[in-house]
């Protein structure tokens, strides 16, 4: 069954530091894959996507992410953390059969920052 | 374009009770989704809709849950008889349809979701 999972429930940097959320993906075919974020009293903000092609792949707010098909993984990096980058991270994997783009979400990570 | 919007934000009721929550997708788009985060878990897809047709449910959504898009435009989610496990927060989302740059998928714009609390 498809699934994602990410490792880490909560992550604590601190600001000015690097980044990498690690995301692990079971799909059956190529998958698309997809960061969300999610701030307090927000809905979910598209940081980036990949369907195919170059497999470094950059997103909005500085994000990159790395798609990995040998280890099944898409993490998400940033060189460079800002105390506003504090909220929820999901990855998320689609579409599926039917092609109606549902989204199989894992269980997020939570990234605090110090000052 | 004002994105998605849900309403009401918040609802607290009393176990045994109806809710209805609402879901104003973005204009121009005919795709619209349901979902449902419970604390610490990524959001769940529940249904689908394209146009006012519902094409797609989720066994999670049992026989007290209904969701309808009567005129392919604003959908609603009815929870009939509500439990304390209903307590999550539903995320409404819509989409355009067909190829964009060459890939099926369309980007699903979220709404910030209604946060129900069953006591």
């Known amino acids: 069954a498809q699934s994602v999972t990410q490792p880490d429930i909560h992550i604590t940097v601190s600001e000015g530091a690097s980044l990498e959320l690690r995301c692990n993906y079971s799909?059956?075919?190529?998958?698309?894959l997809f960061w969300y974020v999610q701030s307090p009293g927000q809905g979910l903000q598209l940081l980036l996507k990949?369907?195919?092609?170059?497999?470094l792949v950059q997103g909005i707010k500085g994000f990159e992410a790395e798609f990995k098909r040998s280890q099944s993984s898409f993490n998400l990096r940033k060189p460079s953390v800002h105390w506003s980058d504090a909220a929820e991270y999901f990855c998320?994997?689609?579409?599926?059969?039917?092609?109606?783009?549902?989204?199989?979400f894992g269980a997020g990570t939570r990234l605090a920052v110090h000052p | 374009d004002t994105g998605v919007s849900q309403d009401p934000r918040h609802k607290i009721t009393k176990r045994g009770q109806n809710v209805t929550f609402r879901c104003d997708p973005i204009?121009?788009?005919?795709?619209l989704y349901w979902y449902r985060q419970t604390l610490g878990q990524g959001p769940e897809f529940l249904t689908y809709?394209?146009?006012?047709?519902?094409?797609?449910k989720s066994r999670l959504l049992s026989d007290r849950f209904s969701a309808e898009r009567p005129k392919g435009s604003f959908s609603t989610l009815e929870i009939q008889r509500t439990e304390q496990g209903d307590s999550a927060m539903y995320l409404c989302?819509?989409?355009?349809?067909?190829?964009?740059?060459?890939?099926?998928?369309?980007?699903?714009?979220f709404g910030p979701g209604t946060r129900l609390t069953v006591l």
């Open positions: 809709f394209q146009n006012e047709a519902q094409l797609e």
């Open positions: 989302a819509s989409s355009t349809s067909g190829l964009a740059g060459g890939h099926s998928y369309n980007e699903q714009f």
């Open positions: 990949y369907f195919s092609g170059d497999t």
């Open positions: 998320a994997v689609g579409p599926f059969s039917g092609g109606y783009n549902k989204l199989i």
């Open positions: 204009s121009e788009h005919n795709r």
């Open positions: 799909y059956g075919a190529t998958p698309y």
